[in-house]
Structures are given as structure tokens and as C-alpha cells.
């Protein structure tokens, strides 16, 4: 490792910028050395934001380690990354993510189809680039764990220093250190003036102002605020930790945020979870006339009061058997109304879409034109889950060959669904008499039925269909969002660290039968003035101050 000498005979490592024993400005010295003329002044004196210590990154450089460590110290590179994340995360809400997607997208086919027919070839765009599923993809976790290791360094680089040069702060300072100050000043002392007099004197001065004192003979150091100098780096801790908390989501089981519809009546399993849900019963509660404050115009509409879907939680104790069937036990029953959950352990089950008055079911009646327009019996085709084969009458069965939930003509020129959603359903059957050796084929599609045969013994005559709601349920389970609050919490501590005080010091030395007077902040230089311009009268000191703050 590479050395700066000063006069003193200190060797200081290469980067320092104050002398580690005497603290004069390393840059002067080298000036004087060179022969060039080295002029004291405040545009040649150092910066003191990590009191003139060499950090780790200014010094070593030679091998792999460094230069990684020197690449990650930069502050330049933590904006860019800071750049790169805020672009990719804008780019992520130009369209919804597939979380959020506001219609049921049970398969990844539906999901592509989604983005290509609302969004257009922009949409297709999105969804090839994988911008979809964009904040849990690789390449964004990587650029979370790049900004945290930026983080990480850079703050190790310049607290290390920090500490060092602050914990064992020096009273006697060089006297270029402290005529480099922005303020500055010194006196002429008289014969009968007693520098410890002098001394005492501002000590008793400062230590009312809320300074501590440091004294070293006649020399005096007053401090305070010191413990704002760690404000920026507490808001790293609480940046790092809020990071720990995002990244903590990537770990199976710390985070879900899912979409289920569940239909009236129907039990799914809760995605990546042991649960599972029923949905009883949903309804949408209106205001009445009586409760509204003052008499509204609604044109024979209605504002919904509450969303409600009543739910019944089970857990699958076979779970952890692939393979086995489900073995329910009902854990929590209950309401699950708009910004009041159902929360069971971590997991909460939050109302967030419905479906009203959807297909549900198709009911007919099965005619025997034969025997004078007799009906048969009654036939419910359910639209989610139909029957294959229903038994209608003595003998008599419909069996369902083939079914398109939301059927159009393939480029094929044959029959196909567009998704899985009962949005136009198309039934082919079969009606078998097995007493009459019957067997005739007919078709249901838009409101018409359409029979194999002109002449066809059954018919089928078109009911009412089952009208069901569907609830739009989202899961979450988040166990980082404790993490994610502590550092947010330790993060705005940090904020209020560094931005309600300053780190304010004063100087007081006598040489060669002169007082010098010095002060020294990190921000609020009028605030430091004006204390130094009370310690001068309080003390009676013939310093004409020298502010260079504004230079």
C-alpha cells in the first residue's frame, strides 16, 4: 500500500486528504514539496464530508476484490442503478401486470390472448418481453440485490473512515487546518493575557450553548450534533433492510399475491396454499332512500353500499400427500367485505372483483314430439362443470358430446372456444332411448336448437337459465411487511437525523501569542456564525470573523 508522508512524519494512507495526526491539508503539502506555490486558502482546502480520511476504495486498487469493490463504491453507479430500476418499474405499469389482470385468466394462453386483444400489438409486445410478470422476474430482483450491495459498500467505504477520524477527534489542529476553514478568525493577545483564562472562559461559554468540550492544554475543541454526521448512513440501513424486506417476497411461502373467482356454491383451492374456499353465497347491499342525507336524481339507479361474499375457509389436512384426495376441515367461516377481510394466520382473503348475474347454468325440458309435445323431463347443463350423461326419464338419457364454453369457428372451419369462459356456449348431444332404440343428435347454440333430422322424435324446449355471481377474491400472504415497515421506519429516523441538526464544531488555539478561533459544519453555516459571533462577545475577544461560507 502506497504512502503520503506529511511534515509531522505521519505516513498517511494514499486517498487521505488531512493528515491522520496533525490534520494538515495533504494537497498543500504536496504543493510545497513540488515547488509550486501553495497558497492557504479555501478554494485549495480539502473537503472534510469524511474529515479528510482515505477510504478503502481510494486506496487499494489492484486486485479483483477491489475493483469490484471500487465499482459498487461509486456513487454514480448506485444513480444509475437507481435510473434503471425507476425506468423498468414505469415501464411496468404502462399495462396491469397478470396479477392484476381484472377478467379470470385461468391459463397461460388466456393470459397472452389478454394482452394481444386489449392492448394491441403493444400489448403483444408487453407480454413476449415479459413485462408482464415484470417485479419477480429475474433481472429485476437482480438489479434490487446490485442496488443493495451498492448500498452496502458505499456506505462501508465512508463510515469506516467516518468513525475513525470522529471517534478520537483531534484538539490541537494544524494552523492551516484552520485557517482553511470557512470561518475564521485571530487575535493579537496581550502580554497579561493567560491563554488558559482564555480557554476556560469559551469552554464555560460553549458548554451553556450545548457543546461538549474537549481539552488538550490551552487548546479547546467544542462539539455537538455529532450524531447527525450518521444520518445518511442510518438511511442506508433502512434502505438496506426495506430491500431485505422486497427481495424476502421471493422466498416460497413469505409472499403470495393471488386472484381467484369463485362461483356461488363452488369450493377452489387457494392457489400455492394448503386452503381452500367456498363461496356460500354473494350479494351487493344498496343505500336506501331513507339513508341518503339528501334526495338524489338517480334516473331508477342504485349506489351499492357493500360488496359481500360469504365465505367458508377450509384447510387440506393432505396437503403434504401428492396424489391424496382432499381432506377439508373447516378453519374460519365469515363475511368478506370490501377493506375488511377474512384473515386467518397470514393469510387474507380480500374482496376485490364480482361478476353479477352470469351464465351459470342452461335448463331445458326434453320434448317427445312423438307422443303429442309430452315433456320428459328436465335437463340443467351446468356451464362450468357439465355432466357428461344425464338420466331424464324412464329408459331416456342425454349424454354430452362435445362442449365449447365460448364457441367460434376455427380458422379450420370447425368448431372452437375463444376462451374458457361461458361467454357463448355451444352443446352437442345425444339423446339415447334405450326402450325405443333411439338415438338422435342436436345441437344448442345462441338461444336455437338445432336437431339432426327434420323429423327428430325430442326436441328441446328452452328454460330459464341459472343465474349465479361470481367473487373476485384476492389472496395475500406477507410476512416481509414488518421488515419492510422497520426499515421504512429506521429510514425516515435517518431523515430526521440529518435534517433537524448539524454536526457544528469550534476551535480555540493560541500560537505564537495569537488566538485562533475556527468553526466547522456540515450544513447551517448561518446558524454556526452567529454562535461563534456570541461566543466572541461573551468572551470579549478583539476577532474580526472571517466568513468565507458564502464563497
Same mark, same amino acid.
Given at each position: ?9 505521519? %505516513?498517511?494512507?494514499?486517498?487521505? =486528504? ?13 504543493? %510545497? ?17 469524511? #474529515? ?5 476504495? $481510494? ?31 414505469? !415501464? ?10 381484472? +377478467? ?12 394481444? #386483444? ?11 418481453? &415479459? ?39 483531534? /484538539?490541537? $489542529? ?17 502580554? #497579561? ?8 472562559? %469559551? ?15 490551552d487548546a479547546l475543541m467544542a462539539e455537538k450534533g455529532r450524531f447527525s454526521r450518521w &444520518? ?23 409472499? *403470495?399475491?393471488?386472484?381467484?373467482? +369463485? ?8 392457489? @400455492? ?6 363461496? /356460500? ?46 381432506e377439508l376441515v373447516e378453519v374460519k367461516r365469515g363475511p368478506i367485505v370490501v377493506n ?6 397470514? =393469510? ?33 347443463? @351446468?356451464?362450468? #362443470?357439465?355432466?357428461?350423461e344425464l338420466q331424464v326419464g324412464d329408459g331416456i338419457k342425454v349424454r354430452v358430446l ?46 336455437? !336448437?338445432?336437431?339432426?333430422?327434420? @323429423? ?16 373476485? *377474491? ?42 485562533? *478561533? ?14 461563534? $459571533? ?18
Amino acid at each position: 500500500m502506497d504512502q503520503r508522508k506529511c511534515e509531522c512524519g505521519h %505516513a498517511n494512507p494514499v486517498g487521505t =486528504l488531512l493528515c491522520e495526526s496533525c490534520g494538515r491539508p495533504l494537497e498543500q503539502e504536496l504543493t %510545497a514539496q513540488t515547488g509550486e506555490a501553495a497558497q492557504v486558502g479555501q478554494a485549495a482546502f480539502p473537503d472534510m464530508r469524511y #474529515e479528510g480520511m482515505a477510504r478503502r476504495s $481510494q486506496t487499494y486498487t489492484n486486485t479483483l476484490i477491489d475493483r469490484v469493490w471500487n465499482t459498487f463504491s461509486s456513487v454514480k453507479v448506485a444513480i444509475g442503478i437507481i435510473i434503471v430500476i425507476l425506468i423498468a418499474s414505469a !415501464i411496468g405499469t404502462i399495462f396491469p401486470q397478470q396479477q392484476y389482470i381484472p +377478467v379470470p385468466v385461468p391459463t397461460e394462453a388466456d393470459v397472452a390472448r389478454f394482452y394481444s #386483444e386489449t392492448y394491441g400489438t403493444l400489448g403483444q409486445i408487453y407480454y413476449a418481453l &415479459g413485462f408482464h410478470n415484470m417485479y419477480s422476474s429475474w433481472w429485476f430482483v437482480t438489479l434490487l440485490v446490485a442496488l443493495g450491495t451498492s448500498l452496502v459498500i458505499c456506505s462501508l467505504d465512508r463510515v469506516i473512515p467516518l468513525y475513525k477520524a470522529l471517534n478520537k477527534p483531534r /484538539v490541537n $489542529q494544524h494552523v492551516s487546518f484552520l485557517k482553511g476553514q470557512k470561518l475564521y478568525g485571530e487575535a493579537e493577545l496581550s502580554a #497579561e493575557t493567560q491563554p488558559g483564562a482564555v480557554a476556560d472562559k %469559551a469552554a464555560d461559554a460553549l458548554r451553556k450553548k450545548g457543546y461538549r468540550i474537549f481539552r488538550d492544554g490551552d487548546a479547546l475543541m467544542a462539539e455537538k450534533g455529532r450524531f447527525s454526521r450518521w &444520518g445518511p448512513y442510518v438511511n442506508h440501513i433502512g434502505l438496506i433492510i426495506f430491500l431485505i424486506g422486497v427481495l424476502m417476497r421471493n422466498i416460497p411461502g413469505f409472499y *403470495l399475491d393471488q386472484f381467484v373467482w +369463485v362461483r356461488e356454491g363452488q369450493t377452489v383451492a387457494v392457489p @400455492d396454499t394448503p386452503y381452500y374456499v367456498k363461496n /356460500v353465497a354473494y350479494h351487493t347491499e344498496y343505500w336506501s332512500e331513507e339513508e341518503m342525507p339528501q334526495k338524489l336524481d338517480l334516473n331508477g339507479g342504485a349506489i351499492p353500499k357493500k360488496f359481500q361474499t360469504d365465505a367458508i375457509l377450509y384447510l387440506n389436512k393432505n396437503a403434504d400427500l401428492p396424489g391424496a384426495k382432499p381432506e377439508l376441515v373447516e378453519v374460519k367461516r365469515g363475511p368478506i367485505v370490501v377493506n375488511h377481510p377474512m384473515i386467518h394466520e397470514d =393469510l387474507s382473503l380480500v374482496q376485490s372483483g364480482v361478476q353479477e348475474m352470469q351464465l351459470g347454468a342452461l335448463n331445458f325440458v326434453l320434448i317427445d314430439r312423438q307422443a303429442g309435445g309430452k315433456p320428459v323431463g328436465p335437463i340443467k347443463l @351446468d356451464l362450468y #362443470e357439465p355432466n357428461p350423461e344425464l338420466q331424464v326419464g324412464d329408459g331416456i338419457k342425454v349424454r354430452v358430446l362435445e362442449y365449447f364454453p365460448d364457441f367460434i369457428m376455427g380458422p379450420d372451419n370447425k368448431p372452437a372456444t375463444k376462451t374458457n369462459l361461458p361467454n357463448n356456449p355451444m352443446f352437442a348431444l345425444e339423446v339415447i332411448s334405450e326402450k325405443d332404440n333411439v338415438r338422435e343428435k342436436m345441437v344448442y347454440l345462441r338461444g336455437t !336448437i338445432i336437431t339432426q333430422k327434420a @323429423d327428430s322424435r325430442y326436441t328441446l324446449e328452452i328454460k330459464m337459465p341459472d343465474l349465479i355471481d361470481i367473487s373476485g *377474491l384476492m389472496v395475500r400472504i406477507d410476512k416481509a411487511v414488518p421488515v419492510i415497515y422497520f426499515g421504512a421506519i429506521i429510514f425516515m429516523i435517518g431523515v430526521v437525523m440529518g435534517f433537524f441538526w448539524q454536526h457544528r464544531r469550534i476551535w480555540v488555539q493560541f500560537h505564537e501569542g495569537r488566538l485562533l *478561533l475556527a468553526g466547522h459544519t456540515n450544513k447551517n453555516w448561518y446558524g454556526l456564525r452567529r454562535e461563534i $459571533q456570541t461566543l466572541i462577545e461573551q468572551t470579549e475577544l478583539p476577532i474580526a470573523l472571517e466568513d468565507r461560507s458564502k464563497a
